[in-house]
């Protein structure tokens, strides 16, 4: 069974830094491109930041270029994402989903929030 689980969302101060997990199971991450995507409150869901299966090319939405960091590691099945000088428009949903290698291209996936399975996501608040 495919399954994609977030977890390390919470409350932060702005300014404030956290690291977002997505553990895959059920499949190999190898062979995927993993995307994190964010439902802020009122706002359409959107693609922030893309890796690919295996050269490592990224894509990051222009809201989040420089604060946010996507990063993968294949023996643990894990990807994650490390958010940095969070202000209160990062507020929101954090989901990770995932597509094959063969699929959409890394920009492509997040532009148009092309993948096959989701997670459940995590919430993450900026407030002080």
């Known amino acids: 069974q495919v399954q994609l689980v977030e977890s390390g969302g919470g409350l932060v101060q702005p300014g404030g830094s956290l690291r977002l997990s997505c553990a895959a199971s059920?499949?190999?991450?190898?062979?995927?491109?993993i995307g994190w995507f964010r439902k802020a409150p009122g706002k359409e869901r959107e693609g922030i930041s893309c890796?690919?299966?295996?050269?490592?090319?990224?894509y990051d939405a222009d809201s989040v270029k420089g604060r946010f960091t996507i990063s993968r590691d294949n023996a643990k099945n894990t990807v994650y994402l490390q958010l940095n000088s969070l202000s209160p428009e990062d507020t929101g949903v954090y989901y990770c989903a995932s597509t094959p290698k063969w699929g959409p291209t890394v920009p492509a996936m997040c532009v148009m929030k092309l993948a096959d399975y989701w997670g459940q996501g995590t919430q993450v608040t900026v407030s002080s």
């Open positions: 059920g499949f190999t991450v190898d062979y995927y491109a």
């Open positions: 890796i690919s299966s295996s050269d490592g090319n990224t």
